[in-house]
């Protein structure tokens, strides 16, 4: 099996993102960007990286690109996430392709993504998403 087919495999139970290059290993259950922005907080090296995600919207794949990362798969994935990682390089693939990727209320368009959704630069992206990261555990810490 190769890392990605190896990924996927993994993404079983809890898992909702997992990262794998030879023998190197990362397994996430938290959801949305929460791991890749982690892994890029904590400096982890994951060039050459494979990803098995659950949900892939433009958000992570920006942190993907950033990352690294050399392929994905998800379950779901959105159209502007396959033709941002498309652009970069990056072998994509899914099971379900969809428009959008919308918030958990199922209200709208998921924050994550209108934050980045006008944005190319996945650098100027991966600065908006820390940001709106930081915003959201104000506000939530206020509440």
Known sequence: MNNLEIAKSMLLGDATCV???GDKKYISVKTG???MMEYIE???DLHGFS???RIVGKAAAMLFVKAGIVEVFSK???KPAVEFLNKHGIKVSFDTLTERIINRAGT???????????????EKGYKLLKAKIIEFRKNKNHN
């Open 51 to 53: 990803v098995a995600d």
């Open 33 to 35: 960007i929460s791991p």
């Open 108 to 122: 709208g368009l998921c924050p994550m993504e209108e934050t980045v959704k006008d944005v190319e630069d996945f």
């Open 19 to 21: 990262l794998v290059k």
């Open 42 to 44: 904590e400096n982890l």
């Open 76 to 78: 779901v994935i959105s």
